[in-house]
């Protein structure tokens, strides 16, 4: 069954209705200079609301190793989310599961080690994701091919069955296509996203 992130959470409510639809996990972005960044102490509450078996993921963007140990610390992250210019040894640095945002085009994707799950998502050096630009799906199914991704870019929906169905990914990210606003969620259309999900994935409902 593909695991569904729902990111760029800044509200609780909005994380309850995302579990509460049926995500897997919940993503946090602490980079200041994104529309959804959210204080680690508030993301801290929101986390201690959630269900126990649900994932928190914090997002960073170059940021210290020192720093992202620390928010992960606080909010007790299950993963992180390195969506900047890291490289595999500074990704060895930190000590949580590790998510790294890539290019789908980018030609050096084996430098990344097998249990780094992958995600693909648009190229965009200054908003550094939640664009809601769609990437090529060819090209991602055929890395999903081979190892473990995430699907990100313009997953809404309307169209995240078709997305499941030609890339098959381990999992997908999804923020933009759920929103009223950066960092505020629309929670019919998270229900709609889920209900788009479970027709496709019939065994994941039951």
Known sequence: MTLVKICGITRVEDALAATDAGADAIGFIFWEKSP??????????????????IARVGVFVNQPAEHIAGVAALVRLSAVQLHGDET???????????????????????RWPPHVVLLLDADDNVLRGGTGRQIDWSTAAAIAGRRRVLLAGGLTPENVAEALARVRPYG???????????GRKNHERLRALFRAIYA???ARQA
């Open 36 to 53: 959804r960044f959210i204080d680690p102490y508030r993301a801290r509450a929101i986390a201690a609301a959630l269900p126990p078996f």
């Open 88 to 110: 595999p040894a500074f990704a060895g640095t930190v000590r949580r599961p590790i998510v790294k945002a890539v290019n789908v085009a980018s030609t050096d994707l084996d």
């Open 172 to 182: 997908i990210d999804v923020s933009s296509g759920v929103e009223d606003a950066p």
């Open 200 to 202: 496709h994935e019939p």
